[in-house]
């Protein structure tokens, strides 16, 4: 099973800010299918990046992915009010795991 | 519009039994694989069991390999999860998804818990 890892639990930022989430896998994930999604409290999950780095379907461009092998990186730009929300990361590439999730809070 | 409805979740006791059914419109349900993930409370999220497009193969995780049984009827655009034998550590949210990852659709969600 590949184990993600994501960091920090918590980040706390300002609407406008920049927000960098990682993703950090114990093992190589293959052909780089690592997938992040967002959850708003009380929704369902909803996919933002696929492929490491290629964005979903109506997901504006503020939302960029990053990485290959073991580490990923979630970026957000300029922060709106509503992406203050729960992210997770996951690997397609051998089974399926999901990170732990990074909270993005407004501080 | 791409629909998923997930039903079926309810309060049953330990050991018990249920089954959940995702109802999906707006897509060629049949040309997917189907994914159940499930979440906990304040949780995480879970992979939980995969069925591919024609049913013949399943994947489940180890927690619940033996347990639960996923299962799909093309002609009703409907993907199933029989869960049995269930534990304290069951309760959750389940949602299906679409695809073995990654997931574009997802349904709402459906709340199983286990307590007597």
């Known amino acids: 099973e590949i184990v993600l890892t994501q960091s920090p639990g918590t980040l706390s930022l300002s609407p406008g800010e920049r927000a960098t989430l990682s993703c950090r896998a114990g093992?190589?994930?293959?052909?780089?299918?690592l997938a992040w999604y967002q959850q708003r409290p009380g929704q369902a999950p909803r996919l933002l990046i696929y492929?490491?780095?290629t964005r979903a379907s109506g997901i504006p461009d503020r939302f960029s992915g990053s990485g290959s092998g073991t580490d990923f990186t979630l970026t957000i730009n300029r922060l709106e009010p509503e992406d203050f929300a729960l992210y997770y990361c996951?690997?397609?590439?051998?089974?399926?795991?999901f990170g732990g999730g990074t909270k993005v809070e407004i501080k | 519009e791409v629909q998923l409805l997930d039903s079926g979740g309810g309060l049953v006791q330990p050991g018990g039994s249920l089954r959940l059914s995702c109802a999906a419109s707006?897509?060629?349900?049949?040309?997917?694989?189907m994914t159940w993930v499930r979440q906990a409370p304040g949780k995480g999220l879970e992979w939980v069991s995969s069925?591919?497009?024609?049913?013949?193969?399943?994947y489940y995780a180890d927690s619940v390999k033996g347990r639960f049984t996923i299962s799909r009827d093309n002609s009703k655009n409907t993907l199933y999860l029989q869960i049995n034998s269930l534990r304290a550590e069951d309760t959750a949210f389940y949602y299906c998804?679409?695809?073995?990852?990654?997931?574009?659709?997802w349904g709402q969600g459906t709340l199983v818990t286990v307590s007597s």
């Open positions: 707006g897509f060629t349900f049949s040309r997917y694989a």
């Open positions: 996951q690997q397609y590439g051998n089974s399926l795991t």
């Open positions: 069925i591919s497009i024609s049913g013949s193969n399943t």
């Open positions: 492929g490491a780095s």
């Open positions: 998804a679409s695809g073995e990852g990654p997931h574009d659709y």
């Open positions: 093992q190589s994930v293959p052909a780089n299918y």
